[in-house]
């Protein structure tokens, strides 16, 4: 199967809409269930422990140590001997994520000294050869500058402000351009995250109505290639930052839909480029305040024409208390950037109608992403 394959057969596996959130109720009734029934000091201790998984998950990452098992289990003696760790600690950890569903014991049982560890599904997809794996997402979550910001969330909330400004000096965007490492592992993270949310899109949209499709702040370009794939008479534009365009330039070399694609360079806050029938924001919107949402969609908004698209993809918090992806999004947004947040549907449609939009047509996509197609109000 083809890296290009992949993402389209893994959607295909992915249960209906309608079955998608009774699934994640029942979820959070058994973990509700679970906290009930063990003494309350428990529960507290459980759930303390994540910020030691998200950081453990990412120093695996970053030592090899799934890539390492990819061809079959392996001691932690025998990883730490090529790896040039320690054998003990590297079991240690080993052990720790085993319980968390990230590797198993070949042969079932307890984790031992002695005992050959493998990779579990969830786990392959930190594989840096995964051509549909999060292994950047990971790193991204763990990495050492996010502890920093992560540090001075309090200053977040009891100011409303950015922590990346508490904690660097500068807005989140501005940050990553200053520093390449993170700003090439934050693309990685988008990139890596894109990859069947692109496919789940294009499975749900049609695409082939555009002749010219925008993708606005597209990141490195996997999602417009993955549009253009499923669109081919489409002719691609992807707007980005100076720094991502010269990434994106790379990533897309050797895809047969790159003779396709024109990279801009371009300032989302100033215009958008004309002559496009159809505008992609794929989790864009969610990185701004209502107002700066409101200027972004209104140079969309003024390129359009009146048989254009837009096409915003994003999040939508529930009306209920379960726990979602929408909710956590939405104070990650709180504290990289201050101004970004996660909206109900109700708050998307009066953001729709403040940059003279409407909804004209609405998917919710197995991920349980909206997929809100536009039209000029």
Request: charged share 20%.
């Amino acid at each position: 199967m083809s890296a290009e394959d992949l993402p389209r057969a893994l959607g295909k596996r992915l249960p209906p809409v309608w079955a998608v959130e009774p699934g994640l109720r029942v979820r959070n009734l058994l973990g509700k269930a679970h906290r009930q029934m063990m003494p309350p000091a428990m529960p507290v201790l459980e759930q303390m422990d994540r910020m030691i998984e998200v950081r453990l998950v990412a120093v695996a990452c970053e030592l090899g140590l799934p890539d390492a098992l990819a061809h079959g289990p392996r001691t932690a003696a025998d990883l730490a001997g090529a790896g040039g760790l320690d054998a003990d600690a590297a079991f240690r950890v080993l052990r720790y994520l085993t319980s968390k569903g990230w590797f198993r014991v070949e042969g079932g049982g307890p984790p031992a000294a002695a005992s050959a560890f493998g990779l579990t599904t969830t786990g392959s997809l930190l594989r840096a050869d995964h051509p549909d794996g999060l292994r950047d997402w990971a790193r991204f979550a763990g990495a050492d500058w996010m502890s920093t910001i992560w540090s001075h969330a309090a200053h977040t909330v009891r100011t409303g402000e950015s922590a990346t400004v508490a904690a660097t000096g500068q807005e989140f965007f501005a940050f990553l351009d200053a520093n390449p490492a993170a700003d090439a592992l934050f693309d990685g993270a988008m990139r890596s995250g894109s990859g069947l949310q692109s496919q789940l899109l294009v499975d749900a949209v049609d695409f082939t109505r555009f002749g010219r499709i925008c993708d606005v702040a597209g990141g490195t370009g996997r999602t417009l290639a993955t549009v253009l794939a499923a669109a081919p008479s489409a002719q691609g534009v992807l707007v980005e930052r100076e720094t991502v365009i010269d990434r994106a330039e790379q990533e897309l070399t050797g895809r047969p839909e790159a003779r396709r694609v024109e990279l801009v360079v371009g300032d989302m806050f100033a215009g958008m480029p004309a002559g496009c029938d159809c505008y992609l924001l794929l989790a864009v919107v969610h990185d701004w305040d209502d107002a700066a949402a409101v200027t972004i969609l209104s140079h969309v908004r003024d390129q359009m024409g009146l048989v254009g698209r837009a096409v915003v993809v994003e999040a939508v918090v529930p009306a209920r208390s379960d726990a979602d992806f929408s909710t956590m999004a939405d104070v990650l947004m709180l504290v990289l950037t201050g101004a970004g947040r996660e909206r109900t549907h109700d708050e998307f449609v009066a953001l729709f109608d403040a940059a003279g939009l409407r909804i004209d047509h609405e998917t919710v996509l197995p991920n349980l992403f909206h997929a809100f197609e536009l039209a000029v109000s």
